[in-house]
């Protein structure tokens, strides 16, 4: 056989993986979840209660006792506890699992999983949407009924990474989100900064110019600057995406006249193992890890800057 003629090896989905983790800090599934499974959880998530006005506090209740801090699932308030049985579509589909052992290696750690509401304009009350307008962290549960705070809602965020919420710990987890019905541009779809990665942790509110339709410069301080590109993840019933937790990535507002529900986990290497993210890391030129990982709040957890880039993408 001529040198001309030899057939292309294609990669396998773990080696795929790893090297869109590389070059983009992300890795889109081709093969969706099953579809079916997730309509069906989502079935039984909207029985659970309206995701509309009646989620929130009312203004003299709020601000009789504002609490910043705690409002996201947890356990024992987690929604997805009693749904454990029905989630194996996620995390036991075959090519789930692969990708995640290429990445993280034998015997991931699920960090934390939950479901998370974009919630749309009409069901946020309107003294509310006054208070929030600009800022950074749209996350709704401070405004949530207690009751209701086993989801996270949002009214989009902007640019970020999941290191925010983990001061201190080395970058060594990545975030699997799963859309459980058709989300369009409509429906909050999540914005991915392909490539933003590679200039490791960087502390929130993040440097970024746009220079194009599609197109970020991003710069991360002494660490470095990058072109990157704006991915919208849209998709049908059982879409699936996983990013590294340097990859910045916000949503905007929900503009249908429904909510947008996904699943979203946090998912970490095994301790001691190598594995593909050792070679992802390897190629980061800023810091692994932030001692501080925001600046856009008060020690209340109040926002205090107020700016929003996703907005403008
Ligand atoms: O689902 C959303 O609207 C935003 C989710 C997100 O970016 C996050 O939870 O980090």
Redesign the pocket.
Known sequence: MSAMAQPKTIPSLADQVVSDFVRDGAHVFEQQVDPAAAADLLTQIRGLRRFDETLFLSEAEFDADPQYTGVNPKPGRNVLERFEDRLGFVEQAPHIVEALTALLGEGYEILNKKV?C?VPAKSVPEWLRRRIHGNPVNNLGAYVKPACRDV?Y?Y??DF?Q?LIDYKDREADFL?LYVYLHPVTRAD?P?YLLEGSHRLGGSVFPHDLTRTADDAWLYRNGPHGEAGVRQRILTGGTGFAAMWHACTL???QPDAADHERI?L?YLIARSAAKRSGMDAVNATLSGPLSLSDTRKDLDAAGAAVIRQNTVLKA
């Open positions: 998370v974009g996270t949002f989009g965020i970020h999941d975030t909050a999540l990535h916000g949503t996904s979203r």
